[in-house]
């Protein structure tokens, strides 16, 4: 046990200790049980005036003798300290309880604290230290610091809990005084004759429904049933009282830190009249007692107490200036009683730790997140799944969840749920999921791809509450979808999350204002700007670029290799990325895309912000709309600008869909040596212009093409006839349309020639 | 920011901080001795001391707010050119990196030629050209001066010279309450001395050249509590001085003598307390009563702060066992409730610090981490990183 060879544990821990500055003597003591134990002499520094008197306002002596204990395990257990039996109890960080105090010295746990010093010796100094400095706060009262709030009594080692939700109990505190009772479960862990602070453990959870306290022939409020033959569950109540006003009708304030000492009702009920919630709580036990009148009941049943103690500054890490103090006691409403407590004032009492409700606050405090808007998700697979996980875990609410497939065995391999929803409905089992967060989905079961098109559906997939909306599904056709019903009416940003190349890969697209730009303007910009890099690598690798991303769906995805690990990695990565977009004002498009290294864990990110992109209706067409990126739109001018006295021009680069109606533009190719400029014509040439063409698709991925070609016009004229006749030429040259785009220093014509057929 | 006062270990002379818990502070005189300033040498390095203790400025310079000479002596002075800044602040260079000080308080003092009964050291006369600077910037620009021009005059001049100027300068009995123009209630300082000119010419002979120590009741707020501490400084002021002091106020207004904490004048010399000479007379020197009443207006618990090398008996005064002895006794009795600086020097290797909270005024302790090292013999904290389950 000695951390020296042959020298007194007792001995080396006096030694060590008077290392200490602050200690100032000691002695080793005649071992107690067996163990060693030693005291130390602290000198206390405390303000002139108190030390001219030998001892502080708050009863701290200059000179304290601490009596250290060495437990069996030490030193794997830290030694235990020990004030002088008559040291002032009102102070908080004092173990309740204790018959001789004992200091709380370190947040969390001590042993925890002293093994983190791989030195015994230097354990030993810093707990000296931390006892200095416990010590010196004691002598003046400081141990509750104004500023950071008032430290709320030490529960932490109490058996029996009770989980509510606070703010619920500090929102039913009104200006008077009062009491109101909620519904409650518990959970009794105790033959039904053990007892309370004795072996009987109890849980009792309250969602803070409110009941009235009246006893009918088939009432519920107090129900029980064995669960084995030392533990029962069932029904009860939860009263919750807060403090009267006083006489001149100013709040009540109990400013006066007293540590948790109550173990009987009489101690309960003095301390209710200290906290001046004693009217309150006769009432509440009065009522209980009244409503069991001609009922008995065999078994015992916890009821929670909370009495709402008004403290003069809030407490820590809280707005909020009531601390909760909870108890719990046990009415055993035998037939002949003469009380429902039937040992009277004596019947005990336990303390018990507060639980926190799970609620959305909490998660927020425990995520260090904002209260954010609720999230459509689109497509509940692997990705989608985890990613409302993530949500929810930070107390964000899930309105829709949307999913057509079932959750299929090999799904198990990568997906947030678990096995017992195998054969559900994806969008079903998660919703279900979450109903234990306190969460109620919409589902919908629908085919997104469809169903998005269609406006009285879209506004059952991403309802009004819905602050964002994330498309995971991985699918091309619910992309063009989304787009298509990203209306001006619908409020929340499109998001839309996916991994690629099995996994190495991932991206997320969130529009812009007004959702412009679109999910579809997004993955254009995405191909014409990704550079030779990593990213490139992944996204336009035939086996597992973005071909491959329709994770979750159609056969191909057996196939498709991916650690759980990984996905979840990339995902979480995802995740944190939409609640970033969430948290910052909208105004640009973004895109965020971020690759795994082959064989290092490293992972690196990037986000490219994206301007709206420019419209413009195109002439000759059925209602097409042709999509410049503003990089493009921005370079065709400045190059008009270049050539005043001339016309110029190129070519286009971009995507056409022919659902969307849309042509969108995100690169330009420069006109071919051979070409001609003159002040009224530009003649685009042909010099290496098909290889060119070639060269740049090839780059993309194979994704970018030529969609037309633009020009300028000196003046503010729109097309000319020649423009026409050359727009009529390309269309009959080629199958996709052709666009011509036209820019004078006002503004941009677009057109296409009409075809023969109708099509546009 | 939490208030205090710090006493330099500087042997027999003196160096005291004082920061207001609006984090301004005051440097009360300063005593770089050459040895301080050598690296190799035991003597306490109190220049790195107070460097680490100031902030600095938008543009880069470190900075006190204000610096009261109690007078211009080399034990109270020296120092001054090497480690202050002195002319116009834009004149600071990086290169340098010497000390701002934002405002002078200084003693009229200044405006008095060198003489046969005037004698000033290099740094002293540094002072006296920096502070005429500072009065003729004043007389040019009035209250246009900028940080680094400032200065405020504890003290009427004898000789008319600073009647021009009343609006800085602070006159005896008077209070000042603004540090660097600042006015935010952190304390309020009771100019004592320096005394008005006094037709008693015998008198004033008698003063000599330490008729112009400052003497300074300062009422600091503590934690935001007004008047939290009392420290009554005043340079060297001799007995002379203090027997006035009493004569003037121990009547009617003796609380303006009543301290928290005293500075013991001139480094706990006998001459402070006594008009006889201890090495002539003894044990039978005289205390004067008048001054000893001056010095004793103790509150509940005071202390006295030697400012001075160890006292030893056998060693010529200043520092004097008998005035110690006779500080014990003013404060109850109480061995503990006097502090040499060079003592705590000795034990603790570090500057004697007071916290001034709302709590009341408490010893700075040891650094812990600092003793540890000592003690166990090892170096920074062991603390791993702990997860989270």
């Known amino acids: 046990m000695a951390t020296e060879a042959g020298t007194d544990p007792a001995e080396h821990l006096l030694r060590v200790a008077l290392t200490h500055p602050e200690c100032v003597g000691g002695a080793v003591l005649d071992p107690e049980g067996g163990r060693p134990s030693i005291r130390i002499d602290m000198n206390v520094e405390m303000p002139l005036d108190m030390k001219a008197d030998g001892i502080s ?153 409110q009941t009235p306290l009246t006893q009918k022939a088939d009432d519920k409020t107090f129900t029980s049933r064995r669960a084995d033959l030392a533990a029962s569950l069932g029904n009860t109540l939860v009263g919750v009282v807060w403090p009267d006003k006083n006489p001149d009708g ?128 689109l497509g509940c697979g692997s990705v989608g799944s985890k990613l409302a996980m993530h949500a929810v875990r930070g107390g964000q609410d899930i309105v829709t969840v949307s999913d057509e497939s079932s959750l299929r065995p090999h799904n198990l391999a990568r997906h947030a749920l678990g096995a017992e929803h195998v054969s559900s409905n994806k969008a079903e089992a998660l919703a279900m999921e979450l109903v234990g967060f306190g969460k109620a989905p919409t589902v919908h079961k629908g085919d997104l791809s469809h169903d998005l098109r269609d406006p009285e559906h879209v506004k059952q997939i991403i309802p009004k509450t819905a602050g964002a909306a994330i498309n995971s599904t991985a699918s091309l056709s619910v992309r063009e979808a989304l787009v298509s019903a990203a209306t001006p009416r619908l409020r929340a940003r499109l998001f839309e999350a996916a991994l690629f190349g099995r996994g190495r890969g991932a991206f997320l697209l969130a529009d812009g204002k007004g959702h412009n730009p679109s999910h579809c303007d997004l993955i254009a910009e995405l191909y014409a700007t990704i550079d030779g890099g990593r990213a490139a690598e992944l996204l336009f690798d035939p086996a597992g670029g973005l071909t491959e991303i329709q994770i979750g769906q159609g056969c191909g995805s057996l196939t498709m290799t991916m650690e759980d690990a990984r996905l979840s990695g990339m995902t979480a990565s995802l995740s944190q990325e939409v609640s970033r977009a969430l948290d910052t004002p909208v105004q640009q498009g973004l895109i965020v895309i971020g690759t795994a290294d082959e064989d290092s864990p490293s992972t690196c990110w990037t986000r490219y912000n994206v301007p709206a992109f420019e419209t413009v209706s195109i002439a000759g067409s059925d209602g097409w709309q042709l999509r410049l990126s503003r990089r493009v739109a921005d370079r065709i001018r400045a190059e008009a600008k270049a050539c005043p006295s001339v016309e110029t021009g190129g070519v286009m680069i971009g995507l056409t869909s022919a659902r969307l109606k849309t042509v969108t533009v995100v690169d330009l190719l420069e006109a071919p040596a051979d070409s001609r400029r003159t002040p009224a014509l530009f003649v685009l040439g042909t010099d290496g212009l098909q290889s060119a063409i070639r060269n740049r698709h090839e780059q993309s991925g194979r994704t970018l093409f030529d969609v037309g070609t633009w020009h300028s016009h000196l003046g503010d004229e729109g097309p000319s006839s020649t423009d026409w006749k050359t727009a009529a030429d390309l269309a009959a040259e080629r199958t996709p349309p052709s666009i011509l785009l036209i820019t004078t220093p006002a503004r941009f014509h677009a057109l296409v020639s009409p075809r023969k057929d109708g099509d546009g | 920011m939490t208030a205090s006062i710090t006493f330099f270990p500087v042997g027999n002379g003196d160096m005291t901080l004082i920061t207001f818990d609006n984090d301004q502070k005051l440097l009360v005189d300063l005593h770089v001795r050459k040895a301080a300033d050598n690296d190799d040498d035991d003597t306490p390095d109190v220049m790195a001391d107070l460097r680490g203790r100031l902030t600095r400025d938008e543009k880069g310079r470190l900075f006190v707010d204000g610096f009261l000479l109690s007078h211009p002596d080399k034990d109270h002075i020296c120092g001054l050119a090497t480690h202050f800044h002195l002319g116009p602040p834009d004149d600071w260079k990086k290169g340098d990196d010497k000390i701002l000080i934002r405002e002078m308080w200084s003693s009229p003092v200044v405006f008095r030629r060198a003489s046969k009964d005037h004698v000033l050291c290099d740094d002293a006369k540094a002072w006296a050209k920096e502070a005429r600077r500072r009065v003729a910037l004043y007389r040019e620009k009035g209250t246009a001066t900028v940080e680094g021009d400032r200065i405020q005059i504890m003290g009427e001049d004898e000789d008319g010279k600073t009647d021009d100027i009343l609006a800085i300068v602070v006159k005896a009995d008077g209070v000042v309450t603004k540090l660097n123009r600042v006015a935010s209630g952190t304390f309020e300082g009771r100019l004592l001395a320096p005394i008005p000119h006094s037709d008693d010419e015998e008198l004033d002979e008698l003063l000599g050249k330490n008729h112009s120590s400052v003497v300074l009741r300062f009422s600091i707020r503590g934690g935001g509590i007004l008047d939290k501490c009392r420290f009554l400084t005043g340079g060297d002021a001799e007995v002379a001085i203090w027997e006035r002091l009493w004569g003037k ?13 005293l500075q013991a004048p001139h480094h706990c010399s006998w001459h402070s307390l006594s008009y006889d000479s201890y090495s002539t007379y003894g044990e039978d020197a005289e205390v004067c009563d008048a001054a000893r009443s001056a010095l004793a207006q103790i509150r509940k618990g005071a202390i006295v702060v030697a400012s001075s090398k160890a006292i030893d008996p056998d060693e010529a005064d200043p520092p004097s066992d008998r005035a110690k002895r006779e500080y014990i006794s003013i404060v109850d009795g109480k061995s503990d409730r006097f502090i040499c600086v060079a003592d705590v020097w000795e034990d603790e290797e570090r500057a004697l610090q007071y916290e001034i909270t709302s709590s009341g005024i408490t010893k700075v302790v040891k650094s812990a981490a600092k003793a540890a090292v000592a003690a166990l013999g090892i170096g920074a904290t062991a603390a791993q990183a702990r997860p989270h389950g």
């Open chain 1, 57 to 209: 306002s708050s009863g701290v002596r200059t000179c304290e003798p601490v009596v250290l204990k060495l437990p069996a395990a030490y030193p794997w257990q830290s030694p235990r300290f020990y004030l002088r039996e008559d040291f002032p109890r009102n102070f908080p960080h004092l173990m309740p309880f204790a018959v001789t105090p004992r200091p709380c010295l370190v947040e969390g746990n001590q042993d925890e604290y002293f093994l983190q010093f791989g030195l015994v010796e230097y354990g030993i100094f810093h707990l000296v230290e931390q006892l200095a400095l416990w010590l010196r706060k004691a002598a003046i009262s400081d141990l509750i610091s104004s500023e950071q709030g008032w430290e709320p009594m030490l529960r932490r080692d109490f058996r029996d809990i009770l989980e509510i939700d606070a703010d619920a109990a500090r929102n039913a505190v009104t200006k008077n005084g009062g009491w109101v009772v909620w519904q409650g479960r518990f959970f009794r862990r105790g033959t039904p004759e053990a007892c309370l602070n004795d072996v009987t453990e109890t849980w009792i959870s309250s969602k803070g429904v």
């Open chain 1, 250 to 377: 100013a709040p009540r304030i109990s400013a006066t830190y007293l540590p948790e000492s109550v173990a009987t009702l009489r101690d309960l009920r003095a301390r209710a009249a200290e906290v001046g919630c004693g009217r309150g709580l006769q009432a509440f036990l009065a009522n209980v007692e009244r409503s069991f009148t001609g009922m008995s009941l065999l078994a015992p049943i916890p009821i929670g107490i909370v009495l709402c103690v008004r403290r003069p500054i809030h407490l820590i890490d809280s707005t909020s200036d009531i601390e909760l103090l909870p108890y719990v006691v046990e009415i055993r409403a035998n037939q002949n009683r003469t009380s429902l407590f039937a040992l009277g004032d004596d019947e005990p009492v336990a303390p018990t730790m507060h639980y926190q409700s799970l609620t959305a606050a909490l998660l927020q405090g425990l995520s260090g997140a904002p209260a954010r808007a609720g999230l459509a998700m």
């Open chain 2, 249 to 261: 106020h121990g009547t009617y207004q003796a609380d303006w003598l009543s301290y928290d904490i």
